[in-house]
């Protein structure tokens, strides 16, 4: 908790309230008194030490530029900021000018507390500064003490050659040259190349018209570049016109600032790219449903024509346009984390070899790929079918960026993403992860497009050349395998992609994929059929019948349960859309199942949210289809799910 001694010059109750509110929101244990007139703030600026005040600009009796006046003819050093709801940009930088620290807008608040700690250490500085200077003036022998023992570097350097004539303790020990090195050198020594232009340029003026840039940039002895602020003051040294510099080392606090604004940048980023998703996963859901009924009439069409029936082409072509549509939206599914992944635990390094057989065959004979794959890599859980979807986009883009040739190369590792890490990315969370890179030798990107390159459409390709899919599907399936994808890259020097998977614990055992036991799709059985919109129901019953089931149906969850409650026979099968009004395809089959005991649920989505499947929706016994269906995936789907209940019964 960081204690203030605040003097706030206020005519509003409610005013001084809300800066206290957010003062101490920011962490600062607070004493505090309010003033309204001229003769009340000299009484207390006489009564204690301030260490911050802070002044309405217009008030009924005084002025917020009157009351720096009285704070100024008390010669107290105090930093002053002033607050208003109204004040212009010419009354603030008039503010400005007159000395005030700085001056902020009632209605934004955000900035009081990084403005008070700015007050607070520019204070102390002076009083360093101050102190230090005075010192030089009383006596030599008092300056030669104060500037060898000022915690901060200084030194002196004659203006005629710039060399050091005399440098402090606390140089020498934070740029690590010694005296005599530091006697040896100019001050150009310490600059970077392009510094020193304009410092050359500050030397031919006076130092009341020196344009001194808010920071430097200076190299240690190790090669280390440093920023710092610097002040100058002239002096005759040893009878020499010189200038005395002190200089304070704000590093940290400007890469601080730097990582704050990165991690702002991925914030926004993040939620861009969320806000997108959300967006396209919808779109994708209300698209498969159509493509459901486009696809499925134009297979039950196709089945009834003719091998040279003139209509038969037509409805091919339009089937096709629907399968390649189906394709555009399952990629939309996969960057907004809506589609159904079947998770398994895996052995990385087996997909990235199995993929590599179809890369080589795909990425042309003037390219080279290398794979350096971790013997000892660790398991993962993920989706196979999707994981390798994710190398194979990868390589595909990095065979686009070289038209020349060149190299890529795909790498497993085990990796401990450790605090440090995590703060620096967002999402991260700290652990172990296996890491899969994937880097290759082309053109690059330029930090503008590395920033664009995961959203949906986004391509650089030239037009009928891609359709800015493949990246965004490669985020939404890292993100929904609760894993994390970076991007570094530098112009005509390549890219390369990292992926991190959490690693899972060694005890569990790799899940292999199961035999296909595919077997007649027809049946006698009795199957409800739950959709609320009306083409995909009505062509789910008509595949079914087809197949020989008796099909009941029903247009929601509410309908579903009264009909059921009536129906005379057994119903052997539920087949329900997850997401409906009113009841969920998840509320519906636990009532179904608690009614009638032995009935079987099939669920059927164009996407689902990650709420539907941290519920447990992806289970090994959660059975699944997934839309746009064929005719064939749908009854073999059920006649399996039928079968294995039969099985159970028996």
């Known amino acids: 908790m960081k204690k203030i001694a605040l003097l706030s010059v206020e005519d509003s109750d409610a005013d001084y309230k809300l800066v206290l509110h957010h003062l101490n929101k920011a962490g600062y244990e607070i004493y505090s008194e309010k003033v309204e007139t001229a003769e009340d703030m000299r009484a207390a600026l006489a009564s204690r030490t301030w260490d911050m005040i802070i002044s309405d600009y217009r008030m009924p009796q005084f002025s917020g530029l009157e009351a720096f006046e009285v704070l100024k003819e008390t010669g107290f050093d105090i930093p002053f900021v002033i607050i208003s709801g109204t004040i212009g940009e010419e009354t603030a930088v008039k503010a400005l000018l007159a000395g005030v620290h700085d001056y902020l807008m009632k209605d934004n608040l955000s900035r009081l507390a990084p403005a008070i700690e700015r007050g607070i250490e520019d204070a102390k500085n002076r009083k360093i500064q101050h102190e230090t200077l005075e010192a030089l003036r009383r006596s030599e022998e008092r300056y030669r003490l104060l500037f060898d023992i000022n915690p901060l570097p200084m030194w002196v350097y004659d203006l005629d050659s710039l060399r050091f004539l005399a440098v402090n303790s606390a140089a020498i020990e934070h740029y690590g040259y010694s005296e005599e090195e530091f006697r040896n050198m100019t001050i150009k020594d310490i600059r970077q190349v392009e510094?020193?232009?304009?410092?050359?340029?500050?030397l031919r003026k006076p130092l009341e018209q020196l344009d001194i840039p808010d920071e430097w940039v200076h190299r240690t002895k190790d090669g280390r570049l440093i920023v710092v602020e610097v002040t100058s003051h002239e002096l005759i040294f040893d009878g020499k016109i010189s200038r005395l510099v002190l200089v304070n080392d704000v590093t940290k606090r400007v890469q601080a600032e730097e990582e704050l604004r990165k991690s702002e940048e991925q914030l926004r980023q993040s939620l861009k790219l969320e806000s997108v998703g959300r967006l396209a996963g919808g779109i994708a859901h209300d698209f498969n449903n159509m493509l459901t009924a486009i696809n499925g009439y134009s297979e039950l069409t196709l089945r009834r024509l003719n091998d040279n029936d003139p209509l038969?082409?037509?409805i091919e072509e339009i089937k096709k346009a629907g399968e390649r549509s189906a394709e555009l939206t399952r990629q939309l599914l996969a960057f907004s984390r809506r589609q159904m992944l079947q998770a398994k635990i895996l052995d990385i390094n087996r997909i990235v070899s199995d993929t590599v057989l179809m890369l080589e065959r795909l990425i042309g004979e003037d390219i080279e790929l290398v794979t350096i794959l971790d013997p000892q890599v660790a398991?993962?859980?993920?989706?196979?079918?999707?994981?390798?979807q994710v190398i194979m986009n990868l390589a595909v883009n990095s065979r686009d960026a070289m038209p020349n040739g060149g190299t890529i190369t795909i790498e497993t590792k085990?990796?401990?993403?450790d605090e440090a890490y995590a703060k620096?990315?967002?999402?991260?969370?700290?652990?172990?992860?296996v890491m899969l890179s994937v880097s290759d030798t082309g053109t690059g990107m330029d930090v503008k497009t590395q920033q664009q390159i995961f959203e949906p459409f986004f391509t650089t390709k030239e037009i009928g050349k891609g359709t800015g899919l493949g990246l965004s599907t490669v985020y939404g399936i890292v993100k929904q395998s609760n894993g994390n994808i970076w991007v570094y890259s530098e112009m005509d020097r390549g890219t390369v992609f990292k992926i991190y998977l959490p690693q899972v614990p060694e005890e569990t055992e790799e899940q292999t994929e199961q035999t296909d036991t595919a077997g007649a799709f027809w049946g006698t059985e009795t199957v409800l059929?739950?959709?609320?919109?009306?083409?995909?129901?009505?062509?789910?019953?008509?595949?079914?019948?087809?197949c020989g089931y008796t099909v009941i149906e029903a247009r929601s969850g509410v309908d579903a349960l009264a009909f059921s409650s009536k129906y005379p026979e057994k119903i052997n099968l539920l087949i329900t859309d997850l997401v409906m009004p009113?009841?969920?395809?998840?509320?519906?089959?636990?009532k179904m199942t608690a009614a009638y005991p032995g009935i079987l649920v099939l669920y059927t989505s164009g996407y689902t949210d990650d709420g539907i499947v941290r519920n447990g929706i992806l289970a090994e016994d959660a059975n699944f289809i997934q839309k746009p269906f064929t005719l064939d995936a749908l009854a073999k789907k059920v006649r399996e799910l039928l079968d294995s209940g039969a099985e159970t019964s028996a």
């Open 414 to 417: 085990n990796v401990l993403l």
């Open 582 to 590: 009113q009841i969920g395809g998840r509320e519906l089959a636990e």
């Open 312 to 314: 038969r082409s037509n």
């Open 424 to 433: 620096q990315h967002i999402a991260v969370k700290p652990g172990p992860y």
């Open 529 to 546: 059929v739950v959709e609320d919109e009306d083409m995909v129901r009505n062509l789910t019953r008509e595949v079914l019948e087809s």
């Open 195 to 202: 510094e020193i232009p304009k410092l050359l340029e500050n």
């Open 379 to 388: 398991s993962i859980e993920a989706d196979p079918g999707q994981l390798g």
